[in-house]
């Protein structure tokens, strides 16, 4: 079994920092692309910001130059480097990664919540 345990959540005032940890544990061969996702109260899930096995990331336009993806690849995990928060970053974030042989798993999600 494999699962992806999310970390790092927690109330922060607009303008803070946060790092959001995603570590994927258990019987892993390799992973492929490993995906930051959010979804805000009433809103569908939207893709935040992504890391390919190859070194590329993708953002989404909202957090380009505020947010930063990065991955150890010895410790299986996956980092998101929030800063510049906003209120409208609120939001549940989850991890999903591609494992080779497991296909696409979900984190549980952690809450960041930008609030005064």
């Known amino acids: 079994q494999v699962q992806l345990v999310e970390s790092g959540g927690g109330l922060v005032q607009p303008g803070g920092s946060l790092r959001l940890s995603c570590a994927a544990s258990?019987?892993?061969?390799?992973?492929?692309?490993m995906v930051w996702y959010r979804q805000a109260p009433g809103k569908e899930r939207e893709l935040v910001a992504a890391?390919?096995?190859?070194?590329?990331?993708n953002y989404a336009d909202s957090v380009k130059g505020r947010f930063t993806i990065s991955r150890d690849v010895v410790k299986n995990t996956v980092y998101l480097q929030m800063n510049s928060l906003k209120p409208e970053d609120t939001a549940v974030y989850y991890c999903n990664a591609d494992l080779t042989g497991w296909g696409l798993r979900w984190g549980q999600g952690t809450q960041v919540t930008v609030s005064s």
């Open positions: 258990g019987s892993i061969f390799s992973i492929n692309a």
């Open positions: 890391s390919t096995s190859g070194g590329r990331t």
